[in-house]
């Protein structure tokens, strides 16, 4: 089903406090062979990119205690976290929250519901992915 090639290595973080959406994300990216981790809230999401290396962060920001502009925040300002990229994906559509995740250091926004399709190619576009991913048809 992969168009893609080594995507086990690169590891994503999904963190969405609704478990709903984890399942939905990680399936979806785990249809493309890449390696899932998942966070319940900001606090695990911090915790696990202490712990482990993370290639890539699907955050999404309305989350009860840490929000997810928090959660990036905390992400850039750390020295050892700080070039991990971070897509948001949000109920949220309005252009506030995208300038705000644009200011704490998004490098992406998607809204939910989302299309995979759309998802796919955020991931692709990441200059992390394509070290990792060229499309089979480039390798031809």
């Not at 200011?103 to 070290?131: C, H």
């Amino acid at each position: 089903m992969s168009n893609y090639r080594n995507q086990q290595a690169v590891k994503i973080l999904v963190v969405d406090d609704e478990p709903s959406s984890r399942f939905l994300i990680s399936t979806l990216l785990s249809l493309y062979d890449f390696s899932v981790i998942q966070a319940a809230d900001g606090k695990e999401a911090l915790n696990a990119v202490q712990s482990q290396a993370i290639d890539l962060i699907l955050l999404d920001i309305m989350m009860p205690e840490m929000d997810g502009f928090t959660v990036c925040k905390h992400l850039k300002s750390d020295r050892s976290t700080r070039s991990i990229p971070v897509i948001f994906i949000s109920a949220l559509v309005d252009e506030e929250s995208r300038m705000k995740a644009n200011l704490v250091g998004g490098e992406g926004y998607i809204n939910k519901p989302f299309i995979a399709d759309e998802l796919i190619q955020m991931l692709s576009a990441q200059p992390t992915m394509l070290r990792v991913q060229q499309p089979a048809s480039v390798l031809q």
